[in-house]
C-alpha cells in the first residue's frame, strides 16, 4: 500500500514538473514574442499599439533581461505617444456622455468621460452616434491626423437630431426663396417705375418745358422716388436671401464639428 502511495506521489510530482515546466515555456515564447512584436511596430511608427506589446514583455514573470530591455523601450516609445480627448454635444450645446465611438471601425468607447485615449500616429476616422429622445440616430463622422507626440488633442462633435436640422434648413430655403422673390419683385418694379418717370419727364420737356404745373413734376418725382425705394428694397433682400442661401449650405456641410483643436502639454 505504501509502495502505491508512493508511486503516485512519484507520478504526481513529475507531472507538475512538467506542467511548471511547460508553463514556463509558454511564458517565455509569450514574452519573446511580445518583444520582437514591439519593435516591428515601433519600426512601422505604431507606437501605441508597440506600447502594449511592450507592457506584456514588462511583466515580472518574464526572463529578466527581457523584461528590463522591454522595460527601457516603454519609456522610449511613451513620450511620442500621442492622446485625443473625445466630446460631443447636442444642438444647445449641452454635453452628451452615452455616444458610442468608433475608430478607424473599431468600438473604442460607449460612454465619453473626457478621458484622453491613446492613438496610433496618422490618419484615423472617428465616428460618434448617440440616440435621441425619440429613438432617432445622432451621427457625426471626423477625420483627423494625429501626429507622434501630440498629446490630448481635443475632438467635440455637435450631434443633432435629424428632423431638427432638416426642420431647420427648409426654412432658412423658403426663407431665402420668398427674399429672392421680393427682390425680383423690387428690381422689376424699379424698371417699370424708372422707365415710366424717364417718358414722363420727356414729355413735360418736350410740352411745357420749364413752365409745367406743379403737379406734373410732383408727379414724375413720386414716379422716381418709387423706382429709388424698389431698387433698393430689392438688392437688400436679394443680398439677405443670398446670405440665407449660402449660409445654409455650408452650415449643413459643417453642422457636425463643433471644435477640432490640438491642446499642447503633458497628460492629466
Known amino acids: 500500500m505504501k509502495m502505491r502511495v508512493l508511486a503516485a506521489s512519484s507520478l504526481l510530482s513529475v507531472v507538475l514538473s512538467h ?45 529578466a533581461v527581457v523584461a ?21 454635444t447636442d444642438g444647445a450645446g449641452h454635453d452628451l456622455t452615452d455616444v458610442t465611438v468608433t475608430i478607424d471601425g473599431a468600438v473604442a468607447t460607449h460612454t465619453l468621460t473626457g478621458k484622453e485615449l491613446e492613438l496610433d500616429p496618422g490618419p484615423h476616422t472617428f465616428t460618434f452616434d448617440a440616440s435621441g ?11 483627423l491626423v494625429i501626429r507622434a507626440g501630440e498629446r490630448r488633442r481635443a475632438l ?71 423706382a429709388d425705394v424698389s431698387l433698393g428694397v430689392g438688392l437688400v433682400a436679394i443680398g439677405v436671401g443670398a446670405y440665407l442661401f449660402f449660409t445654409e449650405h455650408a452650415g449643413s456641410a459643417s453642422a457636425s464639428t463643433v471644435g477640432a483643436a490640438p491642446w499642447t502639454g503633458g497628460t492629466f
Request: hydrophobic share 35%.
Open 156 to 226: 467635440t462633435v455637435q450631434l443633432e437630431a435629424p428632423g431638427a436640422q432638416k426642420n431647420g434648413t427648409s426654412a432658412r430655403r423658403v426663407a431665402s426663396y420668398v427674399l429672392f422673390g421680393v427682390g425680383a419683385l423690387g428690381v422689376g418694379s424699379f424698371t417699370f417705375f424708372g422707365i415710366e418717370a424717364k417718358n414722363r419727364f420727356d414729355s413735360l420737356q418736350s410740352s411745357c418745358g420749364h413752365r409745367c404745373s406743379d403737379s406734373d413734376v410732383n408727379d414724375v418725382r413720386t414716379h422716381a422716388t418709387v
Open 19 to 63: 506542467a511548471t515546466m511547460a508553463r514556463a515555456d509558454d511564458v517565455k515564447e509569450r514574452c519573446a514574442r511580445a518583444s520582437e512584436h514591439a519593435q516591428s511596430l515601433r519600426l512601422e511608427g505604431k507606437l501605441q499599439s508597440a506600447k502594449k506589446e511592450l507592457l506584456v514583455c514588462a511583466q515580472p514573470e518574464c526572463p
Open 133 to 143: 429622445r425619440e429613438g432617432d440616430r445622432r451621427h457625426a463622422e471626423q477625420k
Open 68 to 88: 528590463h530591455d522591454c522595460q527601457q523601450w516603454i519609456q522610449e516609445v511613451e513620450p511620442g505617444v500621442p492622446t485625443v480627448v473625445l466630446g460631443a
